[in-house]
């Protein structure tokens, strides 16, 4: 990052109000997403409930990343904490929208952190979990993928 | 079937993994290059290597709870963790949970994961709701 992207980070940060929404994403949660996470994670496949097969609540902790990626700056990645509430297990094949609010921040270390609550949703209308992350990260008000 | 643990002290049978960077560019999306699936990105972030994404050890402590309580229990589960020591691809990272307490429908744990030299990766709380008793998966 250069002094000047710093700088202008460093204002969209001071000028971000706590509260701001942070616009939705959306993914399919692919067999092929799925099994890749599972692969990755060393998981076995949670039983078949109504012919529909799930997919790991695993899956939902990344979703706060994929929305913080899409309007911050989290080259740095300190990720800090996270909580997530499972509230319903995804379905393989279904389309999850994530959405977010910033709720705090603060400077620490010489960092700016963002304090993010997530919702994920599918496409049946369900919600599928609440999540709230805190990590370093440098707005950017234009969004877009890193 | 082992019952589940259900009594304040009891500890969860651990799980445990050997951390490659094929796991950590798989936990990625497909050809993403960054400091969790690269070591050229990752040290030019200032790291020594190729950093784990924390949320991946989620996943452990998710696991260790579906195979001690249950699939009946994965809904309703609450993970609160910190994330603490960075993960190199060679490292071995173990997933332990230990019951706090235990109310009329769910427990209370800590939990954490730890590396091979016994520091605490990420640390933190669960609550999982009791359900389907007594449906552990191990």
């Known amino acids: 990052m250069t002094e000047d992207e710093r700088q202008r980070a460093d204002q969209a940060f001071h000028e971000l109000p706590v509260g701001t929404e942070i616009g939705g994403i959306e993914y399919t949660l692919s067999e092929e997403r799925v099994e890749r996470h599972l692969r990755a994670t060393h998981q076995r496949s949670y039983p078949e409930s109504g012919g529909e097969r799930l997919a790991p609540v695993s899956i939902l902790a990344s979703d706060g990343i994929w929305l913080a990626e899409a309007h911050f700056d989290i080259s740095e990645s300190v990720h800090a904490g996270q909580r997530l509430e499972v509230v319903s297990v995804p379905i393989v094949g279904s ?11 603060f400077e620490k270390g010489g960092r700016q952190f963002v304090v993010m609550d997530v919702l994920s949703e599918d496409d049946r209308g369900r ?8 990590g370093v990260a440098r707005y950017r008000p234009e969004g877009g993928a890193r | 079937m082992t019952p589940p643990s259900l009594e304040a002290g009891a500890e969860l049978d651990p799980i445990s993994r050997a951390v490659t960077l094929e796991d950590m560019a798989l936990f990625e ?3 993403e290059r960054n400091i969790h699936t690269d070591d050229e990105v990752a040290r030019a972030a200032g790291l020594p290597a190729a950093i784990a994404a924390g949320v991946q050890f989620m996943s452990y402590i998710f696991d260790m709870l579906y195979r001690e309580y249950g699939f009946q229990s994965v ?14 691809a060679g490292d071995t990272v173990t997933a332990r949970g230990r019951v706090t307490e235990v109310q009329a429908d769910s427990v209370s744990l800590e939990v954490w994961c730890e590396n091979q030299r016994g520091g605490q990766v990420i640390a ?14 191990r």
């Open chain 1, 95 to 105: 389309r999850v929208r994530v959405s977010g609010k910033v709720v705090d921040k």
């Open chain 1, 127 to 134: 919600v599928l979990a609440r999540g709230r992350m805190t």
């Open chain 2, 29 to 31: 999306p497909e050809g």
């Open chain 2, 75 to 88: 809904r309703g589960t609450v993970l609160d963790v910190r994330i603490r020591e960075p993960v190199f």
């Open chain 2, 124 to 137: 933190g709380t669960a609550q999982v709701p009791i359900r389907g008793y007594p449906g552990g998966v």
